[in-house]
């Protein structure tokens, strides 16, 4: 268990049980000493440096900026290094240590709705040992039968989404189908908020205590697949069948963009759910490298954007022995980062393909925005999914759903080198042989501006 001890010259952390990371909160030129696995490290917050992108995604959002990066300079025992914080980014190794920037004060005040209430000083930090889990050694990833990034529905901690203003999003979002995927307890604990036996009224989240610093909430399952014995004062096993996943937002099953949330608690304070689950994945599931191309990108037409896959994960022991980037016009970029031009306000994905160097290998996308300066581009195709999304065979059928959006036609092209066809609410295909499939929706809004969606389907080798 952790123990908090106060010296004369700063906040001293004593932690005689390593379960959590331990959590600074740092003032600029403020050093701060702790003790890790018996050692103890000097860290000090020395500057803090914000990258913002352009929002004009609704007309009353013209002209501002979201943030997008800070970069953090810190010294540990008197070495500087920087920290990004940034959606999708993991922790860094230095000086014995493993460094996560949780937030900073700008961001975390930056949002106009869901702003994080309680942050006190400049920049709040995460560290464990070197070799050691990033939380709780057992925890598990909370869906089944799950892979990673299989949806083009996906959302992180340190995300600000824009729109009229900016929501900050607060924990991990998994996109897929409703009623169809397990939904398993991370971690043993008791049940301490429930919507059982007729729903909250508001996304049917479920509130697992696992010890009195930390608890986890999972939200949006609708009320008929939530397990009976999952009421409040119960107690789940480590691995123990929730519910299945859901779409239920505001009392009603009407999410238009179904998927899984999941947010982390510890002493009293929200924080960063992505380390952990990432972590997780990687314990309950084969896969030795997980492609990473950063979620959403925003731009003004005749901007550069800078394409960076360096977020990618590889399971210890594997190196990342290849990036190719796809553009959207079909150029291929065999670089980690890359700068493109667009000059045609639209909604474009750009296309990452990875390799380890055992011949893992993995696809994600960048969805990316180009904005003009006349009018908002907040134009797009649905949401996309298919089911299943793992041990798919070849031969076996493979459906493709399409959510509210776009009114007009959208091709769906299966990548296999088969005729496109007109996507319908549910769209089955079937692979003939194994690979990893690169599914592409497109169409043309009345505006004449580009807009197209890409997902992956993976087939397993025999």
């Known amino acids: ?151 083009m529905y996906n959302n992180t901690w340190n995300s600000l989404v824009p729109g009229p203003g900016i929501y900050y999003h607060h924990g991990e979002d998994y996109g897929l189908m409703y009623d169809k995927f397990d939904i398993q307890a991370p971690l043993a604990g008791i049940v301490i908020e429930s919507p059982l036996p007729h729903g909250d009224g508001k996304s049917n989240g479920v509130t697992i205590a696992y010890d009195e610093h930390f608890s986890y909430r999972i939200s949006h399952m609708n009320i008929g697949t939530i397990r009976p014995g999952v009421k409040k004062g119960a107690a789940v096993k480590n691995g123990q069948v929730l519910a299945k996943s859901g779409h239920t937002y505001l009392g009603k099953e009407k999410m238009g963009d179904p998927h899984l949330h999941i947010n982390f608690i510890h002493d009293g304070e929200l924080v960063s759910t992505y380390p952990f689950l990432v972590e997780a994945y990687l314990r309950d599931y084969a896969d030795n490298i997980l492609a990473v191309a950063g979620g959403y990108a925003r731009i003004m037409a005749g901007e550069e954007i800078e394409l960076d896959a360096t977020r990618t994960v590889v399971r210890e022991g594997y190196k990342v022995a290849e990036y190719t980037w796809t553009l959207p016009d079909g150029q291929k970029i065999n670089k980690a980062k890359t700068k493109v031009r667009f000059d045609k306000p639209g909604n474009y994905t750009a296309e990452l393909h990875v390799k380890s160097d055992k011949d893992d290998e993995d696809k994600d996308f960048l969805k990316i925005y180009v904005y003009n300066q006349q009018k908002e581009n907040n134009d797009y195709l649905g949401m996309f999914y298919h089911f299943p999304v793992r041990d798919i065979q070849a031969g076996e059928e493979v459906t493709i759903w399409k959510t509210s959006g776009f009114k007009k036609p959208v091709t769906i092209d299966f990548g296999d080198g088969s005729r496109p066809v007109h996507a319908k609410v549910k769209t089955s295909h079937v692979y003939k042989k194994p690979g990893i499939y690169t599914v592409t929706f497109s169409g043309i809004n009345p505006s004449q501006r580009p807009t197209m969606e890409k997902i992956k389907i993976v087939v397993d080798k025999n």
């Open 1 to 151: 268990m952790k123990s908090f001890l106060l010296t004369c010259f700063g906040l001293f952390i004593a932690i005689t049980s390593q379960a959590w990371p331990v959590y600074v909160h740092l003032d600029l030129g403020e050093t701060q000493e702790i003790m890790i696995g018996g050692e103890t490290h000097q860290i000090k917050l020395h500057k803090i440096l914000y990258v913002s992108e352009p929002n004009n995604r609704k007309p009353a959002s013209i002209g501002s900026e979201t943030l997008i990066e800070a970069r953090v300079l810190i010294s540990v025992d008197g070495e500087e290094t920087t920290l990004v914080q940034r959606p999708y980014q993991m922790p860094v190794t230095f000086k014995g240590l493993r460094l996560y920037v949780e937030n900073t004060q700008d961001w975390a005040k930056k949002a106009t709705y869901s702003a994080i209430e309680h942050f006190p000083k400049a920049a709040k930090l995460a560290v464990v040992r070197k070799g050691e889990s990033w939380g709780p050694h057992d925890m598990h990833f909370p869906l089944l039968n799950y892979r990673w990034r299989s949806s």
